[in-house]
């Protein structure tokens, strides 16, 4: 059993230094996967068991307007990540077609990068 742990550790550790991006591993989120799993496992805590309990005998709260906000904030946001999309990606130097990943670090590259992270951070 303890054999079999050990080669798990080894694997995932493997993967995170061998495989794994070097220009984006100081940034957010990045540099593991555990920040991601603990915020989905915060999230589902409190959306399943704290977040009923504090509201059992509570109104609910009037988030109409805070609501808009939020959406025309991601309308906005979303726009601008097509638009680095269309910029850093199809009218620029990539095709349509598959192709290798530039890990270089030129400033397309690294905009492509940024734009995959935003993409990525936005879904929390």
């Known amino acids: 059993m ?3 742990l050990r080669g ?36 589902a805590f409190v959306v399943k ?3 009923p309990k504090l509201m059992e005998k509570r109104k609910p709260f009037e988030l109409q307007k805070t609501l808009i906000v939020y959406n025309a904030l991601q309308v906005i946001f979303s726009a601008w990540l ?10 620029s130097t990539y095709s ?10 030129s400033e397309h ?10 993409y990525y951070f936005s879904k929390f």
């Open 82 to 91: 097509f638009r680095e999309a269309l910029h850093a990606g199809w009218f």
């Open 49 to 51: 068991v704290a977040g």
């Open 8 to 43: 798990l550790v080894d694997g995932y550790h493997d993967i995170l230094e061998n495989y794994s991006d070097p220009r984006v591993k100081d940034w957010p989120l990045m540099s593991s996967p555990l920040p991601t799993l603990a915020i989905c496992l915060t999230y």
């Open 96 to 105: 349509f077609r598959c192709q290798p990943v530039d890990y270089s670090y």
């Open 2 to 4: 303890a054999g079999v």
């Open 109 to 118: 590259a690294m905009r492509v990068a940024g734009g995959c992270w935003w």
